[in-house]
C-alpha cells in the first residue's frame, strides 16, 4: 500500500504543508457534531492507504466490526511510519474513530491537532 505524504511526493515538505492546509480547510466545514468526524476519519484513512475502510466487504459484516469497536485494516509499515503527514493523519484518523462519543474529537479538536502538526513540519523545513 502506498501512503500518501512527503514520501509520495519526492520527500518534499511543501506537498505535506499543502495536504494538511487543505486537510484544515475542509475541517472547517464539518461543523461541531461528532458523528460527522468519524466520516472524516474514514477519508484519512482512504488518504494513507488508497482503499476505503472495509472496501470489498459486505455493508452488514462492516456495520457489525464498527459497532463492536473494530477498524480497519493499517498496515504495521504505515503506523510506524516517521512521515510528518502520515503521523499526522494517522493521529487524525485515530482521533476521529474513537468508539465512545465522549471521548472522540470534534472537527475542531481535529483541526486545532492538524494546524499544530502543519506548523511543526513547517518549522522542521525553514
Excluded at 462492516?62 to 493523519?89: F, T, W
Aim: aromatic share 8%; glycine share 4%.
Amino acid at each position: 500500500m502506498t501512503s500518501i505524504g512527503a514520501d509520495s511526493f519526492d520527500g518534499t515538505e511543501l506537498m505535506t504543508n499543502l495536504v494538511l492546509t487543505l486537510l484544515v480547510v475542509i475541517l472547517a466545514s464539518f461543523g461541531p457534531l461528532k458523528s460527522t468526524v468519524i466520516s472524516m476519519g474514514n477519508i484519512f484513512y482512504a488518504l494513507l492507504t488508497e482503499y476505503w475502510p472495509f472496501e470489498g466487504m459486505e455493508e452488514k459484516k462492516a456495520q457489525e466490526m464498527i459497532l463492536s469497536g473494530e477498524r480497519p485494516h493499517v498496515d504495521a509499515e504505515l503506523l510506524n511510519s516517521k512521515d510528518s503527514a502520515d503521523v499526522a493523519l494517522i493521529e487524525a484518523m485515530r482521533m476521529c474513530w474513537r468508539q465512545d462519543p465522549i471521548d472522540r474529537a470534534t472537527a475542531t479538536d481535529v483541526k486545532q491537532y492538524l494546524t499544530a502538526a502543519m506548523k511543526r513540519s513547517q518549522r522542521k523545513q525553514e
